[in-house]
């Protein structure tokens, strides 16, 4: 699965991007696979983290590596379509957005679609508290948006529900793309590993 992810973001339209993968498991096998991906390709840098410390926090180790302009995630077991970076990033220079989602389909682990989110915007905090439908892989931020007070928090689950809630009590909307440019994976054992 891993791989098929990978190969999402380095077959990306938008060439100008660095991959930093952030590998958070104890268990080192898939990481000598990652190194020889890496090898094919000079715009990925694998960080691996001393010890297990879960999806909010090794995104944010993440985003405080990064070099970029704009932080955008993407799940160990989704997969981005090929203009996705650069049909987001368009939308959001073009209209001045510091922060965007987009639809995206829902597939089950043999890869068929059993559902779908509409992308919508969001500008009010009591907006997003009904229902969240953003996934976390179809987000782009602008860097400087993230701060010592606006980051992924240290818990177990929904750390990326807290994070959309505290950029929109910040007064930052978050704008909604209604075209299907991922694919989020329906599975049982979820990675908490993150390319960013």
């Known amino acids: 699965i891993?791989?098929?992810?990978?190969?999402?973001?380095?077959?990306?339209?938008?060439?100008?991007?660095?991959?930093?993968?952030i590998y958070d498991d104890e268990n080192y096998d898939d990481?000598?696979?990652?190194?020889?991906?890496?090898?094919?390709?000079?715009?990925?840098?694998?960080?691996?983290n001393n010890r297990k410390m879960g999806a909010g926090i090794s995104r944010n180790i993440g985003i405080f590596n990064s070099k970029?302009?704009?932080?955008?995630?993407?799940?160990?077991d989704d997969i981005w379509e090929t203009d996705k970076l650069n049909y987001q990033m368009s939308f959001m220079?073009?209209?001045?957005?510091?922060?965007?989602?987009?639809?995206?389909?829902?597939?089950?682990?043999?890869?068929?679609?059993i559902g779908k989110r509409?992308?919508?915007?969001?500008?009010?905090?009591?907006?997003?508290?009904?229902?969240?439908?953003?996934?976390?892989?179809?987000?782009?931020?602008?860097?400087?948006?993230?701060?010592d007070e606006i980051k992924f928090p240290c818990i177990k689950t929904k750390e990326d529900f807290v994070l959309w809630?505290?950029?929109?009590?910040?007064?930052?909307?978050?704008?909604?793309?209604?075209?299907?440019l991922s694919k989020w994976t329906k599975s049982n054992s979820s990675l908490s590993s993150s390319i960013i």
């Open 165 to 180: 809630l505290r950029i929109l009590k910040k007064n930052i909307n978050i704008y909604g793309l209604n075209e299907n």
């Open 68 to 76: 970029g302009d704009y932080i955008a995630f993407l799940d160990a």
């Open 31 to 48: 990481l000598k696979f990652l190194e020889e991906i890496k090898k094919k390709d000079e715009r990925i840098k694998i960080i691996t």
């Open 2 to 21: 891993i791989s098929t992810t990978i190969n999402s973001v380095i077959n990306q339209s938008y060439k100008n991007i660095e991959i930093l993968i």
């Open 118 to 147: 509409v992308a919508r915007s969001f500008f009010q905090l009591e907006d997003l508290l009904k229902s969240c439908d953003i996934g976390t892989s179809t987000v782009i931020i602008k860097k400087n948006v993230f701060s």
């Open 93 to 113: 220079i073009q209209n001045n957005y510091i922060a965007s989602h987009t639809s995206y389909l829902i597939i089950d682990e043999d890869k068929k679609i």
